[in-house]
């Protein structure tokens, strides 16, 4: 299924759709509604293990959503009651049990907020087993997981909890966290993090029809979109652009993540290239990208500059703060500045649309 989190644009979901991927990981009643209103076909899960009852009980009773994820029993206890209908509990769930799992590998860690431990999941399981119609364990490694690792030793939980609970196991699902490539961060090929998910998984003691289900957002949008921003002002190797920390720059400021710096300027520049840090355009001092993004020398106000690799957790995290917000949309067909997924494919035409939003 692919995160919707990570990039909730609808031009984007339904090119995932177009591409064959039926499922969508929503995470917010407001992400149900989007998705549901572009495709009417579509599976959902409810993959946040906190949930707002009103909001599960829409899901399921409106939306045709019965996947939902959880990590406690009273989590349990409400999806139970949002879910029955003239007090006969649903019996068409599908319930994944959240662990909690380490994060060692990963750029960003998710593993302190949610997630039962596997030594404990015991009684949960149980408990979850006796109202769901397939029982599903799900984990998170953390985004950007640099070793495929992270998840045979997530699936070695997985098995302690299978273990200790003795219970069936319908459905795994590793979550997601499957890596893009970034400036510094080369992860190697996805194949080898399938190869070693599928030999966890065999080895599994799971009903022999068990799925083995996957939640990548970054990975299948971080290539979709570039922000193209413009230099307004050059103090040193300092440029001032017009988005930044409270717009699609949150992780460059933040957690100082790089991304892939492409200067756009009729003619080009010969000069030679060297790195940049930025400053967004809103008035406060934390609105600051150290980098370092490398560029030509010769930047300079007016420029233009593309920062590619901005398709997850870029667009999605802006915001309107201090009035700078985003332009215009622009729809293109050009490759991604990087990618995980090798270049076996033609370039089509350049733009082929141009929409005002
Ligand atoms: C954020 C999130 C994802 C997507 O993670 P990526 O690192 O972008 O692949 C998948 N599942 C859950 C439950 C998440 O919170």
Redesign the pocket.
């Known amino acids: 299924m692919y995160?919707v989190?990570?990039n909730p644009s609808p031009d984007l979901i339904v090119a995932l759709w177009d591409a064959g991927i039926t499922t969508f990981?929503v995470?917010s009643i407001a992400e149900v509604r989007l998705v549901r209103g572009l495709l009417p076909e579509a599976s959902l899960c409810f993959?946040?293990p906190v949930k707002g009852e009103e909001a599960i009980a829409e899901a399921y009773h409106s939306h045709g959503v019965r996947t939902f994820?959880l990590d406690s029993e009273a989590e349990l206890a409400k999806i139970v009651a949002a879910t029955a209908r003239d007090g006969v509990n649903a019996t068409d769930l599908t319930l994944c049990v959240r662990l909690r799992v380490s994060s060692a590998h990963s750029k960003?860690s998710?593993a302190s907020k949610f997630g039962v431990a596997a030594e404990d999941a015991g009684p949960l399981l149980v408990a979850t087993r006796q109202v769901a119609d397939a029982l599903g364990i799900?984990f998170?490694v953390?985004?950007?997981a640099m070793s495929p690792q992270a998840y045979a030793e997530a699936l070695a939980q997985v098995r302690t909890a299978i273990v200790g609970a003795g219970v069936t196991v319908d459905v795994v699902d590793v979550?997601?966290?499957?890596p893009s490539v970034y400036p510094g961060m080369e992860p190697i090929a996805l194949d080898a993090y399938f190869e070693v998910i599928s030999r966890a998984f065999e080895a599994l003691p799971v009903s022999y029809s068990a799925e083995l289900w996957c939640?990548?957002?970054?990975?299948l949008s971080a290539e979709y979109a570039s922000v193209l921003v413009r230099v307004e002002a050059r103090r040193d190797d300092v440029l001032y652009i017009n988005d930044g920390a409270y717009g699609a720059l949150f992780d460059a400021a933040h957690i100082h993540w790089r991304f892939p710096a492409k200067l756009v300027r009729e003619g080009g520049s010969r000069a030679r290239t060297m790195g940049f840090s930025f400053y967004g355009p809103t008035c406060d001092d934390m609105d600051f990208m150290r980098g370092p993004f490398e560029l030509p020398a010769d930047v300079r106000a007016g420029d233009y500059i593309e920062l590619g690799m901005l398709g997850?957790?870029g667009s999605a995290m802006r915001t309107g703060f201090n009035g700078f917000t985003a332009g215009a949309t622009i729809i293109a067909r050009d490759e991604p500045m990087e990618t995980v997924y090798g270049a076996d494919e033609e370039t089509p035409d350049n733009i082929v649309q141009l929409r005002q939003k």
């Open positions: 995160a989190k990570a990981d995470a993959m946040h994820s960003l998710l799900c998170h953390g985004s950007q979550g997601g966290g499957f939640e990548p957002g970054r990975a997850a957790y």
